[in-house]
């Protein structure tokens, strides 16, 4: 779901954009590319190859880790399902959009700017 009207996915502008920092929080996630913020509340997965890594994976961090300093080489939203990013190293990130995954009201904020946000 939008809070922003736009003709454009949202996750558009997160294309070509490093992963400049994550921030674990005790709860939930927080993915900066050098402007918009990406806080993740529902818990995502990382995907390499056929390999899948949950949060309680105990290799969880570092793979998310290699990620800073990789650019978005795209994202899509299948809404009720779940959202991607995809990274120019063959990393994926993914966090399920199904309802009894949510954690709270929102699995996902994207923070891109004054007056532009979208939640999921």
Known sequence: MSHHAAELDPLDILSSRELSSVTFVRDYLQLLFD?????VM???M???ADARYSK???QFCNMLL???GRKVSRGSVKQGEVMTLAFDNDFTIEVSLRPEDYHGAEAVILDAGPNQWYVW
């Open 56 to 58: 309680d994976t105990p």
């Open 46 to 48: 990382i995907v390499i």
């Open 42 to 44: 529902t818990d995502p």
């Open 35 to 39: 402007g918009p913020k990406l806080t």
């Open 66 to 68: 290699k990620c800073i």
